[in-house]
């Protein structure tokens, strides 16, 4: 097709992309199939997309196999690209549904191939950053996080349409949930939410969808739950198009199971059952894994690592290892709290449930995912090995979301936003878990969620010797006039020493420097946290 001729539909639901807005689009064919299922009206996209034999250009193809790939999770006659012109705006947009029809039918190597051919073209900046934001979440799905970071970044150089901004604020999420970035993954949320809500099509219901999976990432499974709600149109998730729900029941159901709502996880599971999955290995390894959760919270441990593990692999061989490494985090989590070797199998002693535990996370499909199941695993380890086991048993559920946050170094604005509540509870709670607790401030929850003050050497090395004597005595619980007492200076000194110390670990203040130093969270790179957004304490 020649360069100069561009096919009417395709820019018309490309402008339907950028705005939101549908009264552009043609009343027949694909594309008002397209803008049938951006509504939510999925009845009358099917019957579209039905009666649409007329056309059978490349764009029309590939928008075809984009909207029954959304509407049935497959493709009848698979995906058979027909590689168009991606020099014009027409021929790059067939590349990105066919990329997309792909992704969802399960075929993550095609479609990271077709896209990872199609970035290297030179494509009209319109089209150019769908097909950055296509890759990049194809490489997240892979697992190739490193990768997807510069596919973003690409996408946000070129993100000039409101749709494309905002697109790239919800990978940004997903990107920071797995990369083990709570608070950016939170700053993004913020931005995301501003804009989808209330949710009016397709458009917000993808993009809630994706933030849901990336605060999942994170832990703040009762954020994703209601944003995921909120922005698929309530109770059915409406506007969420047919073959993505299985992402959502998932997350919906971890979220259930995670707050002890085990019969809501019940009553999602039955109408997870409802959606007419097909023969689509992903989305029945989204369903494997959500049932896994429920059989595990009912106490059928081995049945439920069973079931966790076939889901493991059925995503496995579609390549969607972040759909893998979900379920995989499942046996996991068992596996760290009850000393379980794994799926099928009797307890055994606890280094051999250790060695186990290591190969399971050894098959996580790349080493981004697992460095994340990896920071996950230690983030939601039980108590007992972190604080002593009567006084966290004496915390209400609620105390211990709060307690976990705390220790990670969140402030309380921080913790109100990820868990819904208002910041004045928050400090309710803060006052209750330090006296349950018997420790004396922040710091002291950071210190006993590990139960210990050993720091890394690692760690230590990025720091001048005056600051590891500074380090050593503030994750001690001294105070700086205790620390300027002890190694004979002032407490000004104390201070210019601490922010040096904040600056090497790249953290805000004292209590998340003890977090990371203790091994609470991972450190990041220094000074990377004065690049992010911040959220600040009111």
């Known amino acids: 097709m020649s360069r100069r001729v561009e096919d009417a539909a395709s ?22 199939a397209y803008g049938a299922l951006f509504e939510g009206r999925f009845g009358d996209a099917h ?66 191939r077709m896209l990872s051919d199609a970035v290297q073209l030179a494509v009209p900046r319109r089209a150019r950053v769908w097909l950055h934001l296509a890759f990049t ?66 458009a917000d219901s993808g993009m ?30 409406p506007l969420l198009p047919p073959a993505l729900r299985a992402y959502a029941y998932d997350v919906l159901i971890e979220a259930a199971v995670s707050a002890g709502q085990i019969d809501l996880a019940e009553w999602m599971i039955l109408d997870f059952d409802r959606v007419d999955l097909g023969v689509n290995e992903q989305f029945h390894a989204a369903r494997e894994a959500a049932r896994a959760r429920i059989d595990i919270a009912r106490g059928d441990r081995p049945g439920g690592m069973a079931r966790a593990d076939r889901a493991r692999r059925q995503a496995d061989r579609t390549g969607s290892g972040l759909v893998g490494a979900r379920a995989t985090m499942i046996i996991a989590n068992v596996m760290a709290t009850s000393g379980s070797a794994g799926p099928n199998r009797r307890d055994e002693p606890d280094a051999v449930a250790a060695r186990s535990l290591e190969r399971l996370l050894r098959s996580v499909s790349t080493a981004e995912l697992r460095a994340w199941a990896e920071q996950r695993l230690a983030s939601t380890s039980p108590p007992g090995a972190a604080l002593d086991s009567i006084q966290w048993s ?37 006052a209750a878990i330090i006296n349950k607790l018997g420790v004396s401030n922040r710091v002291g929850i950071a210190r006993a969620r590990e139960g210990a003050t ?85």
Not at 72 to 99: E, K
Not at 408 to 424: H, T, V
């Open 208 to 237: 809630a969808l994706t933030t849901s999976l990336g605060l999942a990432a994170v832990g703040a499974l009762d954020s994703a739950s209601e944003i995921l709600r909120l922005g698929s149109g309530g109770a059915g998730m």
């Open 454 to 538: 050993t720091i890394d050497a690692l760690l230590l090395a990025r720091m001048t010797a005056r600051q590891t004597d500074v380090a050593r005595l503030m994750v001690a619980g001294e105070g700086n006039r205790a620390i300027a007492e002890r190694l004979a200076i002032s407490e000004k000194t104390v201070e210019k020493h601490l922010r040096g110390i904040y600056r090497a670990l790249g953290v805000a203040g004292r209590v998340g420097a003890v977090a990371v130093l203790v091994g609470t969270v991972p450190p990041v790179i220094s000074g990377q946290l004065q690049t992010q957004p911040t959220l600040v304490s009111r």
């Open 394 to 430: 004496s915390l209400t559920l609620a105390q211990e979301a709060v307690a976990r946050l705390a220790a990670q170094g969140l402030r309380n604005q921080e913790i109100a936003r990820i868990l819904y509540l208002s910041p004045r509870t928050v400090e309710g709670h803060i």
């Open 11 to 32: 820019l018309a639901v490309l402008q339907t992309m950028e705005t939101g807005r549908t009264d552009c689009l043609p009343a027949r064919g694909w594309a008002a």
């Open 137 to 202: 979440r194809a490489l997240l799905f892979r697992g190739d996080i490193d990768a997807a970071r510069g596919a973003l970044n690409a996408a946000t150089a070129d993100a000039e349409a409101p749709l494309a901004q905002r697109s790239v604020w919800c990978v940004r999420v997903l990107l920071a949930g797995l990369s083990g970035n709570p608070r950016l993954a939170l700053a993004e949320t913020e931005k995301v939410r501003a804009v989808i809500l209330p949710a009016r099509g397709y």
């Open 47 to 112: 019957a579209l997309l039905a009666s649409d034999d007329e056309d059978d250009s490349d764009a029309a193809a590939a928008g075809r196999a984009q909207v029954e790939a959304l509407l049935t999770g497959a493709v009848r006659g698979g995906i058979q690209p027909r590689m168009p012109d991606a020099g014009s705006i027409t021929g790059a947009m067939a590349l990105f549904r066919w990329s997309e029809a792909a992704h969802i039918v399960g075929d993550m190597a095609g479609c990271q």
